[in-house]
């Protein structure tokens, strides 16, 4: 059974910077595209960010030279790196293995003074 599992979320002021990690379990990882999510209060999930097997990446515009996206294979883990949050970045982000069933639990991400 595959499991993602997130981490890193927390509470930030706006301006400031967090990385998250979503570890997974089976050998699917490296084979498939990975994506980060967001879900924030009162609206639908949205994709943020997606790479492929190979590296190849695909972000929503309202994060473009903000947020950057990696994967590791090795380690089975993809990351996302957020710099200069704003408010309206706040959200539970959930990793995810894209076309699948499989999701992460999510983690907290709160930007506020």
């Known amino acids: 059974q595959v499991q993602l599992v997130e981490s890193g979320g927390g509470l930030v002021q706006p301006g400031g910077s967090l990385r998250l990690s979503c570890a997974a379990s089976?050998?699917?990882?490296?084979?498939?595209?990975m994506a980060w999510y967001r879900q924030a209060p009162g609206k639908e999930r949205e994709l943020v960010v997606a790479i492929t097997s190979d590296g190849s990446t695909d972000y929503v515009d309202s994060v473009k030279g903000r947020f950057t996206i990696s994967r590791d294979n090795a380690k089975n883990t993809v990351y996302l790196q957020m710099n200069s949050l704003k408010p309206e970045d706040t959200a539970v982000y959930y990793c995810?293995?894209?076309?699948?069933?499989?999701w992460g639990q999510g983690t907290q991400v709160t930007v506020s003074s």
């Open positions: 089976g050998s699917i990882f490296s084979t498939n595209p």
């Open positions: 995810h293995i894209r076309y699948s069933r499989f």
